[in-house]
């Protein structure tokens, strides 16, 4: 039986995906899985058993993604399944930037008692008049899932939009619309655009991003729209922008102690996934991740380790090693098996970065002895028989 533990809600269409052999239990303490959403993991103390944790959602700023590659413990997240909803809380955000939509909605509330609240409100809206987005140039930094649909998004509402993202995938590029102007260096997005959102990760070449000298770069009364993570703003220089007016607005989904109340911003409650389908598709993504990993040993969506899809094992067992990506190691893992004279029916060996994943295939019933023969190998991090 598999113990799975969830430290956030998810989704139940995701969780009924378990079947019988699953169990979710309160604890971490003897999980094989984790699934997560935003809770932070860094304090963690992660169990010797925990071999998957699942993030439903995009971001793993969360999660001690090398900690847990050190522990052969594969971390995945589910790319794209969320990111319908947060383009259109994105639309939503740059609409409540452009017009005062939020200051008027209050104010119709401190005059709701007046019986001349219709006369009232023809003499006083004037104070919540804006501009409309179309024909404003926004640019788009980041181009992944969030921001490929950002930026077409806007492009249909008659925005000019321009794009930038140096690591731009294959099928971003073809998702992207023709009419996105590619921009190769960022600070033409900076001096060009109205409107600047930010669709990237949080690293750390991207902490920080936005602040005094990027800024500076911007046109006055430019709107920044952050809807990936606080960090990837400085909250002074944001603050001191914000007073000067040379930011009009900032709209943020990751308020903080120093930005909630901050005049000029406009925060929303982390509310970019906090949808129904995003919920869904990210919960049920999670879920065949997990399953994949624990019954068939197949990675797809790891952030930490390589992708390694070897299907379902029809041999008669099925061994997979979790290690450094140094020299020598397939040699000294055949080694094991070739002194037991067990013949490979079928092998593959991944890396990413310093990790790698070898799957084996073999003709006999895989032993505790094998195990803990290669379990013994330096730079093994965990070995699993998953069949
Ligand atoms: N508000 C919310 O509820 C949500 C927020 N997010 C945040 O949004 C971020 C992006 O999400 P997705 O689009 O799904 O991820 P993604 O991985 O599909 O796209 C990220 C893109 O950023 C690009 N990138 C990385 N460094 C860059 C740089 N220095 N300059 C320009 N581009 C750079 C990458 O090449 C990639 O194309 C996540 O990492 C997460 O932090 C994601 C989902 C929900
Ligand atoms: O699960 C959530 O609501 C957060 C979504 C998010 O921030 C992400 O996917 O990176």
Redesign the pocket.
Known sequence: MYKVNCLNPIANVGLDLFDNQYETVKELNQADAVLVRSAAMHDLELPETLKAIARA???VNNIPLEECAKKGIVVFNT??A??NG?KELVIAGLMLAARDVVGGINWVQTVKEDENVAKLVEKQKSQFAGTEIQGKKLGV???????VLVANAANRLGMQVYG??????VD?AWNLSRDITHVKN?EDIYRECDYITV?????D??KGMINKDTIALMKNGVVVLN???DLLVNDNDIEEALQSGKVKKYVT?FPNAKTAGMAGVIALP?L??STEESEDNCAVMAVKEIRDYLENGNIKNSVNYPACDAGVCTSVSRITVNHRNIPNMITQFTGVLSEENINISNMINKSKGEFAYTVFDIEVTATKEIVEKIEAIQGVLKVRIIK
């Open positions: 959602g995009a971001g790319p794209g969320n990111a947060v930094i980041g181009l992944g899932a969030i921001g930038c993202d140096p690591y731009i995938s971003a960022i669709h990237v990760p949080l690293l070449n991207t809807f990936a993570r989904d982390h970019g996934a």
